[in-house]
């Protein structure tokens, strides 16, 4: 369970290799084969224009390894509102995770309803960066399969399983 308890930066990219935004750092609470997952709490952001801010809301944050998403669990007052990026599978290097972000995102709220957003600037990046057949049709196949399982409210869809990692999260905090 190499990186579980340590802060790593997290880097997102778009296609071109262009830096897209920079988290200043996710403690890891788990790590296997499919995933890695870890928190923040009042993360410093780094746009890609310069612009710095500061996220709101405390989050736990899912990134597939094998499949193209990764989910930012957002703790809000009124529940857990589930931001799924459709991206990359990340990869670990230099300290960093690191993912390509594909623009579409879906987006379950705490009262069940999804939304899909960034479409249109989903097929302007299409155009503009040129993706393949093959590369949409993976990331549109994803956009569907996330769906389904924020219907089913399958993993990484599960509040309880969230709340604990974001328990172990706070705890290591105390330590």
């Known amino acids: 369970m190499r990186y579980v308890g340590k802060w790593l930066g997290i880097k997102c990219f778009k296609h071109d290799g262009a830096l897209h935004r920079i988290w200043d750092r996710g403690l890891v609470l788990d790590n296997n084969d499919d995933f890695l997952v870890c928190a923040t709490k009042s993360a410093k952001v780094v746009e890609s224009n310069g612009r710095r801010w500061f996220t709101s809301e405390p989050a736990v944050t899912i990134f597939s390894k ?35 972000d594909y623009d579409l995102d879906v987006k379950l709220f705490p009262d069940k309803s999804i939304r899909v957003l960034d479409e249109k ?51 290591q905090l105390a330590k």
């Open 66 to 100: 094998k499949e193209w998403w990764n989910v930012i669990c957002m703790f809000k007052n009124d529940g857990i509102c589930y931001y799924c990026n459709i991206a990359s599978p990340c990869v670990v290097d230099n300290g960093n995770i690191k993912y390509i």
């Open 121 to 171: 600037e989903y097929d302007r990046h299409k155009e503009q960066y040129k993706y393949s057949e093959k590369l949409d049709s993976v990331l549109k196949f994803e956009t569907e399969n996330i769906i389904e399982k924020m219907g089913k409210r399958e993993f990484p869809f599960k509040d309880e399983i969230i709340k604990e990692y974001y328990d172990n999260f706070l705890s």
